[in-house]
């Protein structure tokens, strides 16, 4: 029993490995000489991210999708109260938990399953999507989203509490570009991840939101240069330099933002891309 409980184990963690760390990948070189413990509970937690994701990406039926989210939740219950799990990702977060003596990260109350439970909260803000009226909306959804997991690795990492406030806003910027990134996808369903006050701002209607030709040039522009600011801001208060893991991270998420910078209009028509060489390019530099 106990050979096939390290077999399931063994198993779960190279599942969350393959989704994780796909080769050439931002998450994949961010991780790549951290401690082996270290680089087991990230794979978790980013497999995790990506599951929660393609629910409300790829579940085009509601009632599928809610139901998907209510059995995670439920599974989530269930890894709290008995510190057991069914599904490969849990059960890689629960034998990371065990292996660093850390199951006070599974105790319900504690602010490592409260991220994890803001992550869920932020897929159904996706599925029952009405838009985002202010600026402070649409910061309180990228909190949830990439915020919250952002402070997962921080807390993974062991980085000081009094950094995790900072490294959270790093990470709801950080999906903030990959939402404009997106922003051509997003357009023809009406999921438009822009704040109404910066629509009306260039004048663009409630009901034009989902027309490309509608969205002008210059208010892709003032996005993505609100984006560089607030990262500019943030990382000048911060207190010395990023850990490596997430300074690899912000040079990726840098590099794609100056691409958009360039040229805005773009954004309608494509998505812009960074090569996997350029991934390996910039983690290089940003290693030192």
Same mark, same amino acid.
Request: charged letters at 20%.
């Given at each position: ?86 599904? *490969? ?70 980085? *000081? ?77 911060? *207190? ?23 040229? *805005? ?24």
């Amino acid at each position: 029993m106990a050979e096939q409980n390290q077999e399931s184990t063994a198993q779960a963690h190279q599942e969350c490995e393959q989704r994780a760390r796909p080769v050439g990948s931002p998450f994949r070189y961010a991780t790549l000489k951290l401690p082996l413990a270290q680089q087991q509970l990230l794979n978790a937690l980013r497999a995790l991210d990506l599951e929660l994701a393609a629910i409300s990406a790829r579940i085009a039926e509601p009632q599928v999708a809610f139901a998907k989210l209510d059995w995670w939740r439920a599974s989530l219950k269930q890894l709290t109260e008995t510190h057991r799990a069914e599904h *490969p990702i849990l059960q890689a977060l629960l034998d990371c938990a065990q292996k660093s003596q850390r199951l006070d990260w599974l105790d319900g109350q504690s602010g490592f399953v409260d991220g994890i439970e803001q992550r869920l909260g932020a897929t159904q803000l996706e599925m029952e999507y009405q838009g985002f009226d202010r600026e402070a909306d649409l910061r309180a959804y990228l909190r949830a989203r990439g915020g919250s997991m952002y402070q997962l690795y921080a807390q993974s990492l062991d980085i *000081p509490v009094q950094r995790l406030t900072a490294l959270r806003e790093l990470g709801g910027l950080h999906h903030r570009i990959h939402s404009l990134q997106c922003l051509g996808r997003y357009l023809p369903s009406g999921q438009i991840y822009l704040p109404a006050s910066l629509l009306a701002r260039f004048n663009v209607a409630a009901e034009q939101s989902h027309q490309p030709e509608a969205i002008p040039e210059a208010l892709l522009a003032s996005e993505c240069d609100h984006i560089q600011s607030e990262i500019t801001k943030l990382l000048q208060d911060y *207190p010395g330099r990023l850990p490596r893991f997430f300074r690899i991270l912000q040079a990726i998420n840098q590099a794609l933002l100056n691409e958009m910078q360039k040229n *805005p209009a773009a954004l309608l028509e494509t998505r812009p891309e960074l090569t996997p060489f350029q991934h390996w390019w910039l983690a290089w530099r940003a290693s030192f």
